[in-house]
């Protein structure tokens, strides 16, 4: 029995250390779960998820009207020349101390000079339509002067041959000039008679004040549309308004 007993007691001495071991791993588990049940659960991030979109709007040409031309205005023509074209003929030139005389047409133009005061009287080119004899004089017996008139009376005519009487022509294109000696009138007008007859036949003079288109030192330069048995004098009268 005490054999026995002895055994025994060996045997739970074999054993008490197995026993412990057993209670201390069964300790450490228990830690190890109370651990992970007393430690903070681990957060998850929230799923993301895409939120539908719609369809992009359909994008559609607007209609558009069929392109119209601009409206342009009718072609207009070329200005043209009223007149005929210059030949590029000098022109031609008499000259006399106190009388020129001579036939002229439409082209060259003519150039008339009274060499006694440099007095000068021209027809432009295409200003007569045919032959006219024309002269150019000092009139030393006028049958009548212009009032205010002042210094020389000159006598422009013109006639169609073989008429001896006189005509009166007008300028198909540019106008017929006179130049004059003026002096020292700065303000000198010229006076222009044209020559006619009254009942009786005797000589009757109709005058007119045109004012100088030109000017420079000692001379002006008159205008005239026509002329025929006209008689020319510088007046200090002023033209007609």
Known sequence: MTQSMLASSDSNEVNRPRRTRAIGACALLAV????????????????????????????TAEPTSAPTAEPTSAPTAEPTATGPKSSGRPPMTAEGKDKVTGTFGQT??????????QSVFRIPEFAL???IL??????????????????TV?????????AEETSTVSSAGPKFTIKVPTGKNASANLAVGEIGKDDKGKETVTWKVVAPAQKEEGF?????????????QVTSEAPAP
Do not use: H
């Open 134 to 151: 024309v002269t150019f004089m000092i009139d030393k017996k006028p049958p009548k002067k212009a009032k205010g008139g002042i210094g």
């Open 220 to 232: 002006a330069t008159f205008e005239l549309a026509d002329f025929g048995n006209t008689m020319l």
């Open 32 to 59: 190890a779960l109370w651990a992970c049940s007393s430690s903070t659960p681990q957060q998850t991030e929230p799923e993301v998820t895409a939120e539908p979109t719609s369809a992009p709007p359909e994008v």
């Open 129 to 131: 339509n045919d032959g």
């Open 108 to 117: 060259p133009a003519a150039k008339l000079t009274i060499t006694a005061d």
């Open 154 to 162: 000159y006598r422009v005519m013109a006639q169609r041959p073989p």
